[in-house]
Protein backbone atom coordinates (compact mmCIF):
# COMPACT_ATOMS: atom_id res chain seq x y z
CA UNK A 1 0.00 0.00 0.00
CA UNK A 2 1.31 2.90 -0.65
CA UNK A 3 2.09 6.56 1.82
CA UNK A 4 -1.20 8.02 0.39
CA UNK A 5 -3.28 4.82 0.86
CA UNK A 6 -1.81 3.93 4.28
CA UNK A 7 -2.84 8.34 5.47
CA UNK A 8 -6.48 7.62 3.84
CA UNK A 9 -6.83 4.54 6.01
CA UNK A 10 -5.79 6.18 9.15
CA UNK A 11 -7.71 8.96 8.79
CA UNK A 12 -11.13 6.99 8.29
CA UNK A 13 -10.09 4.19 11.31
CA UNK A 14 -9.59 8.06 13.37
CA UNK A 15 -12.70 9.61 11.46
CA UNK A 16 -14.92 6.31 12.85
CA UNK A 17 -12.98 6.24 16.70
CA UNK A 18 -13.90 9.77 17.12
CA UNK A 19 -17.37 9.40 16.05
CA UNK A 20 -18.10 6.65 18.05
CA UNK A 21 -16.12 7.71 20.90
CA UNK A 22 -17.45 11.17 21.41
CA UNK A 23 -21.27 9.97 20.65
CA UNK A 24 -20.94 7.59 23.58
CA UNK A 25 -19.42 10.17 25.94
CA UNK A 26 -22.45 12.94 24.59
CA UNK A 27 -24.65 9.76 25.56
CA UNK A 28 -23.29 9.95 28.93
CA UNK A 29 -23.49 13.74 29.16
CA UNK A 30 -27.32 13.64 28.71
CA UNK A 31 -27.36 10.84 31.34
CA UNK A 32 -25.29 11.41 33.67
CA UNK A 33 -24.08 14.83 33.27
CA UNK A 34 -21.24 14.51 36.29
CA UNK A 35 -19.36 11.43 34.89
CA UNK A 36 -19.92 12.80 30.84
CA UNK A 37 -18.37 16.64 31.91
CA UNK A 38 -15.59 15.34 34.52
CA UNK A 39 -14.53 12.53 31.36
CA UNK A 40 -14.60 15.86 29.11
CA UNK A 41 -12.95 18.21 30.95
CA UNK A 42 -10.07 15.15 31.51
CA UNK A 43 -9.66 14.90 27.77
CA UNK A 44 -9.68 17.98 26.93
CA UNK A 45 -7.17 19.26 29.05
CA UNK A 46 -5.04 16.29 27.99
CA UNK A 47 -5.01 17.09 24.39
CA UNK A 48 -4.74 21.11 24.45
CA UNK A 49 -1.58 20.16 26.57
CA UNK A 50 0.16 18.15 23.75
CA UNK A 51 -0.94 21.18 21.03
CA UNK A 52 0.47 24.07 23.36
CA UNK A 53 3.34 21.45 24.22
CA UNK A 54 4.34 21.17 20.24
CA UNK A 55 4.70 25.10 20.32
CA UNK A 56 6.64 25.24 23.80
CA UNK A 57 9.10 22.57 22.40
CA UNK A 58 9.12 24.72 19.29
CA UNK A 59 9.87 28.24 20.97
CA UNK A 60 12.42 25.90 23.74
CA UNK A 61 14.16 24.91 20.79
CA UNK A 62 14.23 28.26 18.58
CA UNK A 63 15.48 30.36 21.96
CA UNK A 64 18.13 27.51 21.92
CA UNK A 65 18.84 28.13 18.51
CA UNK A 66 19.43 23.96 18.43
CA UNK A 67 19.99 22.53 14.98
CA UNK A 68 18.73 18.87 15.56
CA UNK A 69 15.01 19.35 15.84
CA UNK A 70 15.13 20.68 12.41
CA UNK A 71 13.93 17.76 10.80
CA UNK A 72 11.18 17.61 13.35
CA UNK A 73 10.16 21.48 13.55
CA UNK A 74 6.84 20.45 11.06
CA UNK A 75 5.78 18.42 13.23
CA UNK A 76 5.70 20.70 16.44
CA UNK A 77 4.37 22.97 14.40
CA UNK A 78 1.53 20.67 13.48
CA UNK A 79 0.89 20.01 17.45
CA UNK A 80 0.66 23.65 17.65
CA UNK A 81 -1.30 23.75 14.69
CA UNK A 82 -4.12 21.89 16.75
CA UNK A 83 -4.38 24.70 19.66
CA UNK A 84 -7.43 25.87 17.76
CA UNK A 85 -9.30 22.54 18.09
CA UNK A 86 -7.90 22.49 21.51
CA UNK A 87 -8.60 26.07 22.73
CA UNK A 88 -12.60 25.17 21.56
CA UNK A 89 -12.59 21.92 23.43
CA UNK A 90 -11.63 23.95 26.61
CA UNK A 91 -13.91 26.38 25.68
CA UNK A 92 -16.76 23.82 25.38
CA UNK A 93 -16.19 23.38 29.14
CA UNK A 94 -17.97 26.42 29.79
CA UNK A 95 -21.31 24.75 28.90
CA UNK A 96 -20.74 22.96 32.50
CA UNK A 97 -19.18 25.86 34.04
CA UNK A 98 -23.02 27.97 33.51
CA UNK A 99 -24.92 24.65 34.31
CA UNK A 100 -25.29 25.93 37.60
CA UNK A 101 -25.79 23.06 40.37
CA UNK A 102 -25.18 20.60 37.41
CA UNK A 103 -21.26 22.20 37.62
CA UNK A 104 -18.58 19.82 38.30
CA UNK A 105 -17.07 23.54 40.18
CA UNK A 106 -18.22 23.80 43.24
CA UNK A 107 -17.77 27.48 43.76
CA UNK A 108 -20.07 28.12 40.32
CA UNK A 109 -23.10 25.98 42.06
CA UNK A 110 -26.01 28.13 42.89
CA UNK A 111 -25.93 29.48 46.67
CA UNK A 112 -22.31 28.47 47.46
CA UNK A 113 -21.37 32.16 47.57
CA UNK A 114 -24.74 33.50 49.53
CA UNK A 115 -24.77 34.14 52.57
CA UNK A 116 -28.59 32.98 53.37
CA UNK A 117 -28.00 29.99 51.52
CA UNK A 118 -27.82 26.18 53.39
CA UNK A 119 -24.58 25.82 50.46
CA UNK A 120 -22.70 28.61 51.62
CA UNK A 121 -19.28 28.24 51.93
CA UNK A 122 -17.53 30.70 53.84
CA UNK A 123 -14.07 29.90 52.57
CA UNK A 124 -14.99 30.04 49.09
CA UNK A 125 -17.04 32.86 49.37
CA UNK A 126 -13.82 34.90 50.79
CA UNK A 127 -12.13 33.38 47.02
CA UNK A 128 -15.12 35.20 44.92
CA UNK A 129 -12.97 38.17 43.87
CA UNK A 130 -11.05 35.50 41.86
CA UNK A 131 -13.56 33.22 41.60
CA UNK A 132 -16.61 34.76 39.66
CA UNK A 133 -18.06 33.43 36.53
CA UNK A 134 -17.06 36.59 34.13
CA UNK A 135 -13.15 36.95 35.11
CA UNK A 136 -12.52 32.97 35.28
CA UNK A 137 -14.09 33.35 31.41
CA UNK A 138 -12.23 36.63 31.04
CA UNK A 139 -8.68 34.69 32.04
CA UNK A 140 -9.83 31.65 30.06
CA UNK A 141 -10.00 34.01 27.09
CA UNK A 142 -6.51 35.73 27.42
CA UNK A 143 -4.67 32.80 27.57
CA UNK A 144 -5.88 30.56 24.79
CA UNK A 145 -5.85 34.15 22.79
CA UNK A 146 -2.23 34.98 23.79
CA UNK A 147 -1.41 31.11 22.72
CA UNK A 148 -3.52 30.96 19.38
CA UNK A 149 -1.62 34.34 18.51
CA UNK A 150 2.33 33.21 19.28
CA UNK A 151 0.82 29.70 17.66
CA UNK A 152 -0.18 31.65 14.52
CA UNK A 153 2.82 34.16 14.14
CA UNK A 154 5.66 31.00 14.58
CA UNK A 155 3.97 29.10 11.90
CA UNK A 156 4.05 31.85 9.45
CA UNK A 157 7.14 33.04 10.05
CA UNK A 158 8.29 29.56 9.22
CA UNK A 159 6.20 29.25 6.33
CA UNK A 160 7.31 32.36 4.91
CA UNK A 161 10.94 31.21 5.01
CA UNK A 162 10.32 28.40 3.20
CA UNK A 163 9.04 31.22 0.06
CA UNK A 164 11.79 33.78 0.66
CA UNK A 165 14.62 31.65 2.38
CA UNK A 166 15.20 34.72 4.54
CA UNK A 167 17.77 34.63 7.28
CA UNK A 168 16.04 37.49 9.19
CA UNK A 169 12.54 34.77 9.63
CA UNK A 170 14.86 32.68 11.88
CA UNK A 171 15.62 36.06 13.77
CA UNK A 172 12.10 37.07 14.45
CA UNK A 173 11.14 33.56 14.95
CA UNK A 174 13.59 33.64 18.50
CA UNK A 175 12.10 36.74 19.72
CA UNK A 176 9.10 35.44 19.45
CA UNK A 177 9.72 32.14 20.93
CA UNK A 178 10.93 34.30 23.79
CA UNK A 179 7.93 36.15 24.55
CA UNK A 180 5.74 33.50 24.16
CA UNK A 181 7.80 30.81 26.58
CA UNK A 182 7.21 33.90 29.06
CA UNK A 183 3.56 34.91 28.39
CA UNK A 184 3.32 30.87 28.65
CA UNK A 185 4.54 30.42 32.21
CA UNK A 186 2.17 32.77 33.38
CA UNK A 187 -0.78 31.60 31.70
CA UNK A 188 -0.63 28.25 31.80
CA UNK A 189 0.43 28.56 35.31
CA UNK A 190 -2.75 30.40 35.69
CA UNK A 191 -5.14 27.61 33.50
CA UNK A 192 -3.69 25.03 35.71
CA UNK A 193 -4.74 26.51 38.41
CA UNK A 194 -8.63 27.40 37.29
CA UNK A 195 -9.22 24.75 34.74
CA UNK A 196 -8.27 21.92 37.26
CA UNK A 197 -7.45 23.45 40.79
CA UNK A 198 -10.34 25.11 40.87
CA UNK A 199 -12.25 22.05 40.93
CA UNK A 200 -10.88 21.80 44.60
CA UNK A 201 -10.70 25.31 45.49
CA UNK A 202 -10.32 24.91 49.27
CA UNK A 203 -6.97 23.07 48.51
CA UNK A 204 -4.09 25.13 46.73
CA UNK A 205 -0.41 24.55 45.61
CA UNK A 206 1.86 26.84 44.62
CA UNK A 207 4.16 24.36 42.72
CA UNK A 208 0.82 23.01 40.95
CA UNK A 209 1.62 25.19 37.59
CA UNK A 210 4.91 24.10 37.47
CA UNK A 211 4.34 20.65 38.02
CA UNK A 212 1.42 20.92 35.24
CA UNK A 213 4.23 22.44 32.87
CA UNK A 214 6.44 19.39 34.03
CA UNK A 215 4.08 16.75 32.42
CA UNK A 216 2.71 18.84 29.49
CA UNK A 217 6.25 18.73 28.71
CA UNK A 218 7.10 14.89 29.37
CA UNK A 219 3.57 14.26 27.40
CA UNK A 220 4.66 15.87 24.27
CA UNK A 221 7.72 14.68 23.19
CA UNK A 222 6.32 11.23 23.83
CA UNK A 223 3.51 12.28 21.33
CA UNK A 224 6.00 13.38 19.15
CA UNK A 225 8.54 10.71 19.38
CA UNK A 226 5.81 8.35 18.28
CA UNK A 227 4.47 10.98 15.45
CA UNK A 228 7.82 10.71 14.24
CA UNK A 229 8.33 7.10 14.32
CA UNK A 230 5.27 6.66 12.56
CA UNK A 231 5.91 8.90 10.02
CA UNK A 232 8.98 7.37 9.37
CA UNK A 233 7.72 4.09 8.66
CA UNK A 234 5.12 5.41 6.96
CA UNK A 235 7.52 6.72 4.39
CA UNK A 236 6.45 10.67 4.84
CA UNK A 237 9.42 11.47 6.78
CA UNK A 238 12.98 9.85 5.77
CA UNK A 239 15.01 12.38 7.09
CA UNK A 240 14.00 11.00 10.80
CA UNK A 241 16.85 8.98 11.66
CA UNK A 242 18.04 6.84 14.57
CA UNK A 243 19.98 9.91 15.80
CA UNK A 244 16.87 11.95 15.96
CA UNK A 245 15.15 8.88 17.99
CA UNK A 246 17.90 8.88 20.76
CA UNK A 247 17.62 12.58 21.13
CA UNK A 248 14.17 12.34 21.75
CA UNK A 249 14.65 9.41 24.28
CA UNK A 250 16.85 11.35 26.17
CA UNK A 251 14.41 14.56 26.30
CA UNK A 252 11.85 11.95 27.26
CA UNK A 253 13.84 10.98 30.18
CA UNK A 254 15.11 13.87 31.59
CA UNK A 255 11.22 15.29 31.53
CA UNK A 256 9.98 12.31 33.50
CA UNK A 257 12.14 12.92 35.85
CA UNK A 258 11.54 16.05 36.14
CA UNK A 259 8.04 15.75 36.68
CA UNK A 260 8.71 12.96 39.60
CA UNK A 261 11.01 15.61 41.19
CA UNK A 262 8.18 18.12 41.46
CA UNK A 263 5.33 15.05 42.30
CA UNK A 264 7.59 14.28 45.18
CA UNK A 265 8.46 18.16 46.21
CA UNK A 266 4.35 18.39 46.40
CA UNK A 267 3.35 15.30 47.62
CA UNK A 268 6.84 15.67 50.37
CA UNK A 269 6.14 19.12 51.21
CA UNK A 270 2.29 18.46 52.15
CA UNK A 271 2.81 15.30 53.95
CA UNK A 272 5.31 17.34 56.32
CA UNK A 273 2.97 20.31 56.74
CA UNK A 274 0.17 18.07 57.63
CA UNK A 275 -2.17 20.98 57.52
CA UNK A 276 -5.93 19.77 56.81
CA UNK A 277 -6.57 21.89 54.49
CA UNK A 278 -3.49 20.24 51.88
CA UNK A 279 -3.47 16.82 52.96
CA UNK A 280 -7.04 16.52 52.13
CA UNK A 281 -5.95 16.47 48.68
CA UNK A 282 -4.14 13.20 48.98
CA UNK A 283 -6.26 11.67 51.57
CA UNK A 284 -8.96 11.65 49.04
CA UNK A 285 -6.94 9.94 46.72
CA UNK A 286 -5.84 7.41 49.31
CA UNK A 287 -9.32 5.56 50.20
CA UNK A 288 -12.63 4.52 47.79
CA UNK A 289 -10.47 2.31 45.63
CA UNK A 290 -8.20 5.44 44.40
CA UNK A 291 -4.64 3.89 46.06
CA UNK A 292 -3.94 1.61 42.72
CA UNK A 293 -4.18 4.67 41.21
CA UNK A 294 -2.26 7.01 42.79
CA UNK A 295 0.64 4.25 42.97
CA UNK A 296 -0.12 3.63 38.85
CA UNK A 297 0.10 7.14 38.15
CA UNK A 298 3.53 7.48 39.49
CA UNK A 299 4.65 4.43 37.96
CA UNK A 300 4.04 5.55 34.24
CA UNK A 301 4.86 8.60 34.67
CA UNK A 302 8.58 7.97 35.80
CA UNK A 303 9.62 4.65 37.51
CA UNK A 304 8.79 2.75 33.96
CA UNK A 305 10.38 5.45 31.68
CA UNK A 306 13.47 5.86 34.26
CA UNK A 307 14.67 2.19 34.64
CA UNK A 308 13.28 1.55 30.34
CA UNK A 309 15.41 4.58 29.30
CA UNK A 310 18.00 3.78 31.15
CA UNK A 311 20.48 1.57 28.40
CA UNK A 312 21.98 4.05 25.49
CA UNK A 313 21.31 0.65 23.00
CA UNK A 314 17.35 1.03 24.02
CA UNK A 315 17.18 5.00 23.54
CA UNK A 316 18.03 4.67 20.13
CA UNK A 317 15.26 1.53 19.03
CA UNK A 318 12.49 3.11 17.51
CA UNK A 319 10.06 0.63 18.63
CA UNK A 320 11.27 0.38 21.67
CA UNK A 321 11.42 3.81 22.08
CA UNK A 322 8.22 4.29 21.01
CA UNK A 323 6.61 1.89 23.59
CA UNK A 324 7.97 4.20 26.02
CA UNK A 325 6.55 7.14 24.80
CA UNK A 326 2.81 5.13 24.81
CA UNK A 327 3.56 4.37 28.51
CA UNK A 328 3.70 7.62 29.16
CA UNK A 329 0.69 9.56 27.28
CA UNK A 330 -1.15 6.91 29.11
CA UNK A 331 0.48 7.75 32.11
CA UNK A 332 -0.36 11.47 31.68
CA UNK A 333 -4.04 10.53 30.92
CA UNK A 334 -4.09 8.71 34.41
CA UNK A 335 -2.35 12.09 36.02
CA UNK A 336 -4.50 14.03 35.07
CA UNK A 337 -8.09 11.92 35.45
CA UNK A 338 -6.29 11.50 38.96
CA UNK A 339 -6.16 15.35 39.61
CA UNK A 340 -9.93 16.22 38.38
CA UNK A 341 -11.84 12.82 39.49
CA UNK A 342 -12.27 12.00 42.82
CA UNK A 343 -13.36 15.79 43.95
CA UNK A 344 -16.89 14.67 42.92
CA UNK A 345 -15.94 10.66 42.79
CA UNK A 346 -15.80 8.88 46.23
CA UNK A 347 -14.59 6.19 44.33
CA UNK A 348 -13.25 5.57 40.40
CA UNK A 349 -15.51 5.39 37.60
CA UNK A 350 -13.81 3.89 35.48
CA UNK A 351 -15.77 2.38 32.85
CA UNK A 352 -17.16 3.14 29.18
CA UNK A 353 -17.51 6.74 29.33
CA UNK A 354 -13.59 6.55 30.34
CA UNK A 355 -13.27 4.58 27.50
CA UNK A 356 -15.48 6.25 24.96
CA UNK A 357 -14.04 9.53 25.57
CA UNK A 358 -10.85 8.49 25.72
CA UNK A 359 -11.17 7.26 22.12
CA UNK A 360 -12.98 9.58 20.85
CA UNK A 361 -10.75 12.27 21.23
CA UNK A 362 -7.54 10.44 20.38
CA UNK A 363 -9.72 10.17 16.47
CA UNK A 364 -10.33 13.33 16.99
CA UNK A 365 -6.77 14.42 17.44
CA UNK A 366 -5.14 12.20 15.16
CA UNK A 367 -7.66 12.71 12.44
CA UNK A 368 -6.68 16.70 12.73
CA UNK A 369 -3.30 15.92 13.22
CA UNK A 370 -2.49 13.76 9.55
CA UNK A 371 -5.11 16.90 7.87
CA UNK A 372 -2.25 19.38 8.91
CA UNK A 373 0.76 17.50 8.02
CA UNK A 374 -0.59 16.82 4.71
CA UNK A 375 -0.81 20.72 4.31
CA UNK A 376 2.62 21.86 4.05
CA UNK A 377 5.79 19.85 3.60
CA UNK A 378 7.59 18.05 6.35
CA UNK A 379 10.64 19.72 6.09
CA UNK A 380 11.53 23.28 6.37
CA UNK A 381 13.64 23.42 3.55
CA UNK A 382 15.05 27.20 3.93
CA UNK A 383 16.21 26.68 7.62
CA UNK A 384 19.59 27.70 8.03
CA UNK A 385 20.25 24.74 10.78
CA UNK A 386 18.59 22.28 8.74
CA UNK A 387 21.93 20.66 7.52
CA UNK A 388 22.90 20.50 11.12
CA UNK A 389 19.89 17.76 11.59
CA UNK A 390 20.29 16.25 8.40
CA UNK A 391 23.85 15.36 9.32
CA UNK A 392 22.88 14.83 12.97
CA UNK A 393 25.12 11.67 14.81
Avoid at 108 to 117: I, Q
Avoid at 136 to 156: E, G, K
Avoid at 270 to 278: C, K, T, V
Amino acid sequence: MTSAGKTAKTQMVALLMAGLGLGGLVVAMLKEPLWGYTNFLVCAFFFVTLAAGGLVLLALNTVAKAGWHIVLKRVFEGYAALLPMGALLILLTLVNLLSGSGSIYEWARPGVMDHDSPLYDHLLHEKVAYLNTPFYITRMLVALALWLLFSFRLRRLSLAQDKDNLLERTHQSVRWSTGFLVCFALTFSMASFDWIMGLEAHWFSTVFGMYNIAGLLSSSVAAIVLTCILLSKAGLLPEFRIPHVHDLAKLLFAFCTFWAYLWFCQFMLIWYGNLPEETIYFVRRWHGGWQPIFYLNFALNWVLPFFLLLPRPLKRNPNYVAMVALLVLLGRWVDIYLMVTPYNFSSPPIGWVEVSALLGFVGLFVFCLQRKFRKVPLISKNDPYLQESLNLH
